[in-house]
C-alpha cells in the first residue's frame, strides 16, 4: 500500500522558514518524480514545485521560485520542501504526490501569519 506522510508545518511569521518532509513507503520511490501541492482554504490544488526521480531535475511555480527548493533522498525514501521567505498567501495544506496521481495522506499545515 502506498502511504506518504507529510510533516513539518506549522504556525510562522512572514518572512520565516520551514522544512516539510514526506516519507514514502508501498512503493519504489527511487523511480517516481515526485511533486509538492498545496491547497489554500477554500481553494482548489495548486501545484507547488516537481523533482525527477534522480533529484537533478526541478520546477516550481512561479508564485514560490527563489523562496522553496524541493529535494530528496532515495536512500532514505523522503521528498523535503525547503520554504524561506515565506508569505501569508504560502498559507495552505502541503501535500506530496507521486507524479500523475493525485495527492494520498493527509498533508501537513503550514499558517503563516503575524
Known amino acids: 500500500e502506498v502511504q506518504l506522510v507529510e510533516s513539518g508545518g506549522g504556525l510562522v511569521q512572514p518572512g520565516g522558514s520551514l522544512r516539510l518532509s514526506c516519507a514514502a513507503t508501498?512503493?519504489?520511490?527511487?523511480?517516481?518524480?515526485m511533486n509538492w501541492v498545496r491547497q489554500a482554504p477554500g481553494k482548489g490544488f495548486e501545484w507547488v514545485s516537481s523533482i525527477n526521480s534522480g533529484g537533478d531535475r526541478t520546477s516550481y511555480a512561479d508564485s514560490v521560485k527563489g523562496r522553496f527548493t524541493i529535494s530528496r533522498d532515495n536512500a532514505k525514501n523522503t521528498l523535503y520542501l525547503q520554504m524561506n521567505i515565506l508569505k501569508v498567501e504560502d498559507t495552505a495544506v502541503y501535500y506530496c504526490?507521486?507524479?500523475?496521481?493525485?495527492?494520498r495522506g493527509q498533508g501537513t499545515q503550514v499558517t503563516v501569519s503575524s
Open positions: 504526490a507521486q507524479n500523475g496521481v493525485g495527492p
Open positions: 508501498g512503493f519504489t520511490f527511487s523511480t517516481y518524480n
